[in-house]
């Protein structure tokens, strides 16, 4: 009886800190995802917290029960889900940088809990069985099953919207916050990880508060942006505007459900006086005056066309920024040297995680 009653005890105080762990995890994901204060709570996002917390809560468990009874089994699961846990970490950092499906971490967690379970099974053949299973290996079985089910409901749902919608849909559900750069490290930009964003597709957060700079020191009466988005952008361009009493910047933005949140942004914003937002194509928009700053932010493929479209009306002392021109996004970098090649602009490459040009028109120039 006291055997008995001392393991009980054994296996209390295991869970205990199992369930401790389990805590300090989930409480580190929440805040990573920032869900712990302004963001609403999703179903599948608590999932892919429960899901890494579980990994630690298991790893932790199965090392103490191991160091209780001395099991192989135990030490087996511990082992598995120390290599997991380090994976399922880092995959829900990059389904928060990428705007990956929410789910999907628990989904991946069922399958490799699933996979665990089945081989550990073999290590404790004398527990009940089920169908020719242990129940460690007839569980594992059901968490794959699920795992799988999960993934192929979220993914293809997923995968049928545009990049541009499903972050417009993350933001609508819950809300927007600043995280580490998502972009890979490349030559010119080692260490992206320094850098804050809101999201993979609008500029780095230090990238908006040089474009407010920008508008600052030149003073300009029209810029132009294409790409408006979100419009977290345009509202650091107006903000400069208004910083300086005059000027104002026409955006375009060619999808007319991104441009129906960036209105309402931009309506609630108080900077609505310094913002003409046009749902229209950039390569067909029109405007009247000198442009003192363009700043190309739409499709890749559209960067160059955009400069050649607007270049006849670029002030002499203006000037031409291009986003995403990194050595990893060669599209808009190679576009930026052909211009130069041409002698059309003077380009400065800015070492930003995704790249930034800065250019004035050679011609002209005064």
């Keep these: 009886m006291m055997q008995t009653t001392g393991g009980f005890i054994r296996d209390a105080v295991a869970a205990a800190v199992g369930v401790v762990s389990c805590a300090a995890v989930a409480r580190a994901d929440l805040e990573r995802r920032r869900l712990s204060r302004n963001r609403r709570l999703s179903a599948l996002a608590l999932l892919d917290v429960a899901a890494v917390a579980a990994a630690m809560a298991i790893l932790v468990i199965c090392l103490a029960l191991f160091l209780v009874y001395g099991r192989i089994a135990d030490v087996c699961t511990a082992v598995a889900f120390g290599i997991a846990f380090p994976w399922l970490w880092d995959e ?8 990956r499906p929410r789910g999907i971490v628990a989904g991946e967690f069922l399958i490799i809990a699933g996979i665990i379970g089945l081989a550990v099974g073999f290590l404790r053949p004398s527990l009940p069985q089920f169908l020719g299973l242990t129940l460690t290996q007839s569980a594992a079985l059901a968490a794959i099953v699920a795992g799988v089910v999960l993934l192929s409901i979220i993914v293809p749902r997923h995968l049928r919207a545009r990049e541009e919608h499903r972050i417009i849909d993350d933001i609508s559900v819950a809300g927007e916050s600043v995280q580490p750069e998502y972009a890979p490290a490349t030559p010119e930009c080692p260490h992206p990880e320094l850098w804050k964003m809101y999201d993979s597709m609008t500029a780095e957060v230090e990238v908006l508060d040089f474009l407010k700079q920008l508008v600052i ?23 400069g505007l208004q910083q300086n009493g005059f000027g104002r910047v026409i955006t375009v933005e060619f999808d007319p459900k991104v441009f129906a949140k960036a209105k309402e942004r931009f309506n609630a914003s108080g900077l609505g006086a310094w913002i003409d937002a046009r749902n229209h194509s950039s390569l067909e928009l029109q405007v009247d005056g000198a442009i003192d700053l363009l700043f190309s932010d739409s499709d890749l493929n559209l960067r160059e066309q955009e400069v050649r479209h607007f270049l006849p009306q670029i002030s002499p002392n203006g000037l031409v920024a291009i986003h995403d021109a990194s050595s990893h996004q060669s599209v808009v970098r190679e576009a930026a040297l052909r211009l130069e090649a041409e002698g059309l602009l003077s380009v400065v490459l800015l070492p930003t995680p995704r790249g930034l040009v800065v250019a004035q028109k050679r011609a002209e120039r005064s």
């Excluded at 829900?92 to 705007?99: A, E, T």
């Excluded at 029209?222 to 952008?233: D, K, M, N, Y």
């Design 92 to 99: 829900g950092q990059r389904s928060i940088q990428w705007q």
């Design 217 to 239: 020191t030149l003073k300009p009466n029209l810029v132009i942006e294409t790409g408006t988005f979100t419009g977290v952008s345009t509202l650091a361009i107006a903000q």
